[in-house]
């Protein structure tokens, strides 16, 4: 008489619960590693973006019938930034845009007339912005940094997707990293 071997059930369980483990790490694992690309994309586009700012002000980028003083970046909310732009008004052109770029509420975006969007953005997958009030300008023709601080505090921009979260720091001299 021979022996016929197999597998009992118990072992078929046990072995069909390592399989069910692995693979249910395997996809919480490529989970968090989607949302983390999805994180260093925004944070690429919005490094790339400021510094984009950041080089029109140094190139003196004109726009069509305005003396611009600078270019800033900002969120208009939490998934909208753009590129901004701020020029003389005829009261103010005397005093030039020295006496301006000092005055913090001439830097930031206004709908005078003498402000305006140059470029609109958005994040995607999901990305918001935790802080959406970020506000940075660059002043012509040195790109000197300006934020609402004073002086200027590092700039920290915040994004989050499913609960984790990046940052984008400007410094005071411009410098820009992603953490």
């Known amino acids: ?53 950041q080089s029109y002000a140094l190139q003196g980028r004109v726009q069509t019938g305005e003396i611009v003083c600078g270019y800033g970046f900002r969120f208009k909310n939490d998934s ?31 709908n005078d007339g003498y402000s305006g969007s140059v470029e609109e953005y958005s994040l995607t997958d999901g990305t918001t912005s935790i802080d ?14 300006y934020n609402s601080g004073s002086p200027f505090s590092d700039t920290i921009i915040k994004f989050s997707n499913s609960g984790q979260t990046e940052s984008v720091i400007v410094n005071k001299y411009g410098m820009i990293t992603e953490t």
């Open 80 to 110: 909208d930034y753009e590129i901004y732009y701020t020029g003389l008004n005829s009261s103010d052109y005397p005093s030039g845009c020295d006496s301006q770029n000092g005055n913090l509420n001439y830097r930031r975006y206004n």
């Open 132 to 145: 959406s009030a970020t506000d940075i300008f660059f002043t012509l023709p040195h790109a000197n940094a």
């Open 1 to 53: 008489m021979k022996k016929k071997r197999g597998m009992t059930l118990v072992e078929l369980v046990v072995v069909m619960s390592i399989i069910a483990i692995f693979v249910a790490l395997s996809f919480y694992s490529f989970q968090n590693s989607r949302v983390g690309a999805r994180l260093d994309r925004a944070q690429s586009e919005v490094s790339a973006t400021i510094k984009l700012a």
